[in-house]
């Protein structure tokens, strides 16, 4: 799969629910590798914000992003949109410090990325696949997540509150081309007696019954009535409730409130990255969407991304390709064979046997790999990343600078097998580059480090 993002710039404007100003948003395409990011515009200063979930910030009533003292709120509807549409490169240009809640869906942001219409780019997508169940419960015990493997993103979402208005509700999503015709025109909801107190401290300024569903969980006393009329700048008479909802808005659906409810999973869940699984989720809300798509990014970053070797694979490099790029030789080749590469990483295999020069004297009686050479073992795989693009012919030599934050967490002995990942951790500048290193034994650390080299022409 290809990277995506838009061929066009387009915008829209609408008012933002808590400020109530007008808002106006334009999206702008982006080169490939950028990711999504916000950028805000503010007081004649552009703070620029990813969309990741290391930038969350409030989440009592929406998804809000911050950066250098700058935020960005209301995000979940367009971030639910482009990853339905996997849009993974694209600039959200703002005016405000939120975007517009339109009419509280997500109807006019997949009719604004149609518009821009989309076009793929010459890279290959990253994509972030559930490989082993993720479990979430929230501190009170109330909400519960699964994420579970799966060949593409499915969602069962299933929400309950006490209010009959809604009860239990359950929503499915089985592909993300479901979403434009069967999730989009969900709408937010809300009940009357969550409206209230925020009218009264002088919130939810651009709140009106086009951008929500209100449902009635109050008595519409005449007093009641008319704080109601006022705040929505309505004639009394116009005040109406109709199934319990105000103002007789009908429901595109029975389970709306569900189908809403999983579709702010999406957005939010889509700032942990492009995430593959099957999703399990029960009474959720922005707060636990946060705290598990954080344990989601957490995991996948230091779990699920451990390397699994399968010897019925090919290698990407294997022992001879290894030695044209790599000047050592035994006993100082310490890396059999390179079996993936991406963009920013590579994977290089170690067969430690008990034949190991150095297992004569580390030790006799006991042999354990030297802790010196695993990184020494990581610093040739990083060697091989740096020249894994190489052309024939074409020779480079790789000095190591410093080796930075090691730390040895297992020992190894002979018939493992290690595995050795090295990933880049900023771009490659004027031949300098910084990556991080751990080696595994199966699904246990050994070692890690931060690793910085100088790569020069032979």
């Known amino acids: 799969m290809r990277q995506r993002t838009i061929k066009s710039i387009v915008e829209i404007e609408g008012k933002g629910l808590h400020t109530g100003k007008l808002c106006k948003v334009k999206l702008i395409p982006n080169e490939a590798n950028s990711g999504i990011v916000f950028k805000v515009n503010k007081d004649g200063k552009e703070t620029l914000i990813p969309a990741c979930a290391k930038f969350i910030g409030d989440t009592s009533r929406n998804t809000t992003i911050e950066n250098d003292g700058v935020k960005v709120s209301t995000i979940e509807h367009l971030m639910a949109t482009l990853r339905a549409f996997g849009i993974d490169n694209i600039i959200v240009e703002t005016n405000c410090e939120e975007v517009p809640i339109l009419d509280g869906s997500a109807k006019y942001w997949v009719e604004l990325i149609k518009k821009a219409e989309i076009v793929e780019q010459e890279v290959e997508k990253k994509v972030l696949k559930i490989k082993t169940p993720i479990h979430y419960v929230s501190q009170d015990g109330l909400s519960e997540y699964w994420a579970l493997p799966s060949d593409e993103l499915k969602v069962d979402c299933t929400i309950d509150f006490s209010s009959s208005l809604i009860g239990t509700q359950m929503a499915e999503l089985k592909s993300l ?162 079996i993936e590469k991406g963009e920013d990483y590579v994977v290089g295999l170690k067969n430690v046997t008990a034949n190991e020069d150095f297992f004569n ?61 090295i990933s880049l951790m900023e771009p490659i500048r004027r031949g300098i580059v910084k990556m991080k290193g751990v080696a595994y034994v199966g699904n246990t650390v050994c070692v890690e480090a931060i690793l910085m080299a100088m790569v020069t022409k032979a």
């Not at 401290?201 to 007093?223: P, R």
């Not at 010196?372 to 600078?401: R, S, W």
């Open 177 to 338: 081309t479901d979403f434009e015709k069967e999730f989009c025109v969900c709408r937010t909801f809300v009940f009357l007696s969550e409206i209230l107190p925020l009218v009264e401290n002088n919130l939810i300024k651009g709140g009106d019954l086009s951008n929500a569903i209100i449902f009635v969980d109050k008595v519409l006393e005449q007093n009641l009535q008319e704080k109601i009329a006022k705040f929505f700048d309505k004639d009394i008479n116009d005040i109406k409730v109709e199934k319990g909802v105000l103002n007789n808005i009908r429901l595109n659906y029975d389970n709306e409130p569900a189908r809403h409810k999983l579709m702010d999973f999406i957005g939010d869940v889509s700032l942990a990255g492009n995430v593959i699984g099957h999703f399990i989720i029960k009474r959720p809300g922005h707060t636990n969407n946060k705290n598990f798509a954080k344990k989601l990014m957490e995991t996948i970053e230091n779990k699920d991304s451990i390397p699994v070797y399968d010897p019925n694979k090919k290698p990407v490099f294997d022992i001879m390709d290894i030695r044209q790029r790599l000047p050592h030789r035994f006993p100082m080749l310490l890396v059999d064979k390179i």
């Open 361 to 421: 004297g580390h030790f006799p009686e006991e042999p354990v790999m030297p802790g010196v050479l695993i990184v020494e073992a990581l610093g040739q795989t990083g060697g091989l990343f740096v020249l894994k693009d190489a052309k024939e012919g074409e020779k480079f030599n790789t000095y190591f600078m410093k080796f930075e934050e090691v730390k040895f967490r297992h020992k190894v002995v002979p018939g493992d097998t290690l595995l050795m990942k």
